[in-house]
């Protein structure tokens, strides 16, 4: 594990200095290596605490917008009327009805995968935009290229978007595979993207609960280096989903909605 070495130290970035001993086959050293910083993120949401996110603390705009999108609150952008962070609460109003609030309050799970506890009124992918297989895997290859965080620390997921021509409309790193989704589809969506239109491409598992956050967001394709799980599989093929996993090197598997890869 040799990555603090090989990327240069940033002195604003979201890390901390931290002491640790290496054990190794030549015995025993010293080291100051940089540890990522985790933190407990407020959502408030017309008054109404709603969620605690662990998350980096950067791009917390993004993180409001994208989760109120990605877990159901918003059908749209256009509902938000204010967002602002406030020390290490995101604070937001929005068109809703307070009872819908109280409701979601009452069903969220624990974390920050959702808040629903059913997957009901996601409404099915309809786009027909397709995406090749060289583009794929080289998107997937630049969510290290970006990765300064984890690069320098190990201890960062990486989700961005992208166009079909692979312009990179957005990318974020995070502590949590959760968060990075947020905050990616979060600042494509304060960038005017057409999410119909474009693919997610993530660094964690693809859980029924990530490719929740990617349907609600209307993204037709999820790519991921890493692998997928039974509920996400199952719920992308409901949806009229693509769903791709283990994009490494030359190959990747398409476990839904293989139309929409050329």
């Not at 990605?70 to 952008?77: A, F, R, S, T």
């Amino acid at each position: 594990m040799s990555y603090w070495r090989e990327e240069p130290h940033d002195p604003s970035a979201p890390y901390l200095p931290t002491q640790c001993i290496e054990l190794s086959d030549h015995g025993a050293s010293e080291l100051e290596v940089d540890v990522v910083l985790e933190q407990s993120i407020g959502l408030v949401l017309n008054d109404r605490p709603i969620a605690t996110l662990l998350a980096l603390p950067r791009e917390l705009t993004e993180l409001g917008v994208g989760f109120l999108l990605c877990e159901g609150l918003l059908d749209d952008v256009d509902e938000l009327r204010s967002i602002s962070v406030k020390d290490d609460t995101i604070e937001c109003r929005a068109a809703l009805k307070d009872e819908d609030v109280e409701l979601w309050m009452e069903i969220r799970s624990s974390g920050c995968i959702g808040i629903r506890s059913s997957w009901e009124g996601i409404e099915p992918i309809s786009s027909e935009v397709e995406v090749s297989r060289k583009l794929m895997l080289d998107v997937v290859e630049q969510l290290r290229e970006r990765a300064t965080l984890w690069r320098r620390t190990g201890g960062t997921h990486s989700s961005l978007v992208c166009t079909p021509e692979g312009d990179v409309v957005a990318f974020c790193e995070d502590v949590s595979r959760a968060c990075s989704v947020d905050k990616a589809i979060g600042t494509a969506v304060l960038s005017s993207a057409d999410l119909s239109e474009c693919a997610l491409i993530t660094t964690g598992r693809l859980s029924g609960g990530m490719v929740a956050k990617a349907a609600r967001a209307g993204v037709p394709i999820v790519v991921s280096k890493a692998a997928p799980l039974s509920t996400g599989v199952e719920l992308a093929r409901a949806l009229g989903m693509t769903l791709v996993a283990f994009a490494r090197g030359s190959n990747l598997y398409v476990y839904a909605g293989s139309q929409r890869v050329v």
